[in-house]
């Protein structure tokens, strides 16, 4: 069986550490030891080591830290990428200001990714956006992807 091919964005991977928000934090540590487990087929931009770069140095080391525990490929930025974003930004899915959002959302549909997992409620994980960038990939040509938080790809517990 195929395994699916996740892009993480930088939120997925922050609350790993996120004190003020415990649940969302459980759940994403529940998530990651799938990850190390090898369940998925994983991916990031460096759009998302970008990110990670600009935390404190304290933080920046716990997350390359946990980072190291799983298998992952960074993808490369091409053209066809950045005119995706563009043309996300063109269509009304985000403004200019949420550029890097509409990059992460491009890198995995360009790259073929099933699902984008997020906390980012705000701007990636909500009907609006989700709806947009379905009218946006179908118009150019490109397959439907998922938006989902990270609870979505937990296995309930009996």
């Known amino acids: 069986m195929r395994k699916l091919k996740l892009y993480l ?5 922050s609350h790993l550490f996120a004190d003020d928000t415990p649940e969302k934090m459980a759940e ?6 799938d990850f190390i487990k090898d369940k998925y087929k994983l991916f ?8 990670i770069n600009n935390c404190s140095e304290q933080k920046r080391s716990k997350l390359y830290a946990k980072m190291g525990q799983v298998k992952f490929d960074v993808l490369e930025r091409t053209e066809e990428i950045n005119q ?3 043309a996300y930004i063109k269509n009304g899915v985000l403004s200019e200001n949420s550029l890097a959002d509409c990059l992460h959302i491009a890198f995995a549909v360009v790259c073929n ?3 984008i997992v997020s906390w980012n409620f705000k701007h990636l994980v909500n009907v609006k956006t989700i709806n ?3 009218v946006v990939n179908a118009i ?6 998922s938006i989902v938080p990270p ?6 517990v009996e």
């Open 132 to 134: 947009k960038v379905k």
């Open 9 to 13: 964005d930088t939120s997925t991977i």
């Open 28 to 33: 994403t540590k529940l998530l990651w030891e």
């Open 140 to 145: 150019n040509h490109y397959k439907e992807i």
């Open 44 to 51: 990031i931009s460096p759009i998302v080591t970008d990110e």
């Open 113 to 115: 990714c099933d699902i």
């Open 151 to 156: 609870t979505m790809l937990l296995e309930g």
């Open 84 to 86: 995706l974003a563009e």
